[in-house]
């Protein structure tokens, strides 16, 4: 049954262009921007003159166009073109092609990042946790964080840099909704090992950038690891009291820049030793993020260079048995996005 004969159903659509169901629904209730025919007369099939009129109106409404004012502009997708000329109307600007980003400067990247990009732009919150529920349920975790959310995090972020405050709300709205999507992932600490040491993730003093550290956690977490997550900017004194409070079996410092990477502190907690006289041990010490590149910190410092490689060095440090997990620490520490 293809596609121009029989129509594509409102699913398909809604994963094609970026966009929710619910919002092709509510275009179609509120603007009239609906297929042109229904099979049986209720369930809605897209024809191609249909979904080149939502492209339209995806460009036109994340551009900034009002909802009402992009429906009148894009409907005139399916006039033909004597439709168009003899009611006067002005030729139309061209869509962009399918697979665009809205403008965000993504690059050769998977499908799914461009549509995570037009829902981010759109501030599409259904869409957004739609697309990242079904990225990381279809091709894992590893997967889902370095080749989808964290270029369409990259992408963004540049485009913010380079446009002042504009698109600071879609940053924020996009890292929102990866950061849920990331904590439904898992749930860290549950699992065959959840007694043993944890592994304690905390970004360096003066480090914002948490997202890779939440990778990591909902990425030890499948695996049925023990993680005690401190987030941002953890100060020294606060790391050094935690490391000798928990004898950690890991301690993952995040730096994403080398102005935040604190070689002083690695090497302290690294020496930190705890335990019972005559048994004390110390913590591994994992180096991750790019802050931590072209500069040798000590030996026995993990630098891991994705998710990946970080829960392979990880996992490592557990026995089995652990729990099945559906992304493997042998299948890649956290990119560098935040």
Same mark, same amino acid.
């Given at each position: 049954?293809?596609?121009?004969?029989?129509?594509?159903?409102?699913?398909?659509?809604?994963?094609?262009?970026?966009?929710?169901?619910?919002?092709?629904?509510?275009?179609?209730r509120r603007y009239g921007i609906g297929p042109a025919t229904r099979e049986g007369g209720r369930h809605r099939r897209w024809t191609p003159a249909d979904i080149a009129m939502l492209e339209e109106m995806c460009?036109?409404?994340?551009?900034?166009?009002p909802p009402a004012e992009a429906a009148r502009e894009a409907r005139r997708d399916r006039e033909g073109p004597q439709d168009r &000329? =003899?009611? $006067?109307?002005?030729?139309?600007?061209? !869509?962009?092609?399918?697979?665009?980003?809205?403008?965000?400067?993504l690059g050769d990247v998977r499908r799914e990042c461009r549509g995570l990009a037009r829902a981010a732009v759109r501030l599409d919150s259904p869409a957004l946790d739609v697309m990242l529920r079904d990225v990381v349920a279809e091709h894992g975790l590893v997967t889902a964080w370095e080749e989808v959310m964290a270029p369409t995090l990259h992408a963004v972020g540049r485009k913010w840099e380079s446009s002042g405050d504009r698109y600071v709300e879609v940053?924020?709205?996009l890292s929102w909704h990866v950061s849920t999507a990331l904590?439904?992932? &898992? =749930?860290? $600490?549950?699992?065959?090992?959840?007694? !043993?040491?944890p592994v304690l993730l905390a970004c360096v003093p003066g480090e914002q950038h948490t997202l890779p550290l939440e990778a990591l956690a909902a990425?030890?977490?499948e695996l049925g690891l023990p993680t005690r997550m401190f987030g941002a900017a953890v100060p020294a004194e606060a790391l050094d009291a935690a490391v000798r409070r928990m004898g950690p079996a890991a301690v993952v410092l995040w730096s994403q820049s080398r102005s935040t990477a604190h070689h002083a502190l690695a090497r302290h907690v690294a020496g930190s030793a705890f335990g019972v006289k005559g048994a004390?041990?110390?913590?591994?010490?994992?180096l991750a993020g790019p802050g931590w590149a072209g500069r040798t910190t000590a030996a026995g410092m993990p630098r891991p260079a994705g998710l990946r490689e970080a829960l392979t060095v990880l996992a490592r440090l557990y026995p089995e048995p652990r729990t099945?997990?559906?992304?493997?620490?042998t299948t890649t520490a956290p990119s560098d996005t935040g």
């Open positions: 049954m293809s596609d121009t004969t029989h129509g594509v159903t409102t699913g398909a659509v809604a994963r094609r262009l970026g966009v929710s169901p619910t919002t092709l629904r509510s275009w179609d460009r036109l409404t994340a551009s900034g166009v &000329a =003899s009611a $006067g109307a002005a030729p139309r600007r061209p !869509a962009r092609q399918p697979g665009s980003g809205n403008g965000l400067p940053e924020h709205l904590r439904l992932t &898992a =749930s860290p $600490g549950r699992g065959s090992v959840a007694s !043993a040491p990425g030890l977490g004390r041990t110390c913590p591994l010490v994992v099945t997990a559906t992304t493997t620490a």
